[in-house]
């Protein structure tokens, strides 16, 4: 059974910073492309940032210089340090795993989602 499981959600001043954790399961995690994906009340949820398994990151403009996706692949755990948070960071984030399986079977696995408040 794949599980993805996050934590460090938390309230916090503009400004201030967090990290979110996703620990994963060995079996999809060294393929996988990990990825931080969030949903704002009212809003569709949207890429925040991924890490291919070569090491490759991506972030929507909204977070460029100011997040930071990283893999440790001893731990199978997937990190989002987010700094110089703002009130429009407030969102359920979510970690996502997406790749193919030995058969070419294409996969997508989510997190149970944690929350960030952003808010003086």
């Known amino acids: 059974q794949v599980q993805l499981v996050e934590s460090g959600g938390g309230s916090v001043q503009p400004g201030g910073s967090l990290r979110l954790s996703c620990a994963a399961s060995e079996s999809i995690f060294s393929t996988s492309i990990m990825a931080w994906y969030r949903q704002a009340p009212g809003k569709q949820r949207e890429l925040v940032a991924a890490t291919t398994s070569a090491g490759s990151t991506n972030y929507a403009d909204s977070v460029k210089a100011r997040f930071t996706i990283s893999r440790d692949n001893a731990k199978n755990t997937v990190y989002l340090q987010m700094n110089s948070l703002k009130p429009e960071d407030t969102a359920v984030y979510y970690c996502?795993?997406?790749?193919?399986?030995?058969?070419?079977?294409?996969?997508?696995?989510w997190g149970q989602g944690t929350q960030v408040t952003v808010s003086s």
């Open positions: 996502n795993a997406a790749g193919f399986g030995r058969y070419g079977q294409a996969y997508a696995y």
